[in-house]
């Protein structure tokens, strides 16, 4: 699947390394209710041109998956500033 790379220069590994990097940093500074979207920009750094086929779940099992997600962030970032807006608002 990444025959690709095998052919590439060291400047156009660079190249892919930096191209890759941009929606992983803006997935990982996502904040407050951006962290719950769909990030599609992940999908698209990757080389193969495919339309993901994703499943949603029927909102009671999606709300709960939610609630599960909010308690991990609980557990594993317990001194995480809260970010009190709204959905649509933008924080202070």
């Known amino acids: 699947m990444d025959d690709d790379l095998e052919g590439m220069t060291r400047e156009q590994l660079i190249a892919e390394v930096i191209k890759l ?6 997935h990982r500074d996502s904040s407050g209710h951006d962290l719950c979207w769909h990030h599609p920009d992940l999908w698209r ?14 909102w009671p099992q999606f709300l709960r998956g939610c609630v599960a997600y ?3 962030l609980e557990e594993q970032a317990p001194g995480a500033r809260s970010h009190d807006a709204e959905y649509g608002e933008k924080s202070p």
């Open 21 to 26: 990097r941009t929606p992983i940093r803006s």
């Open 45 to 58: 750094a990757l080389p193969e041109p495919i339309e993901p086929d994703i499943a949603v779940p029927p």
């Open 70 to 72: 909010r308690q991990s």
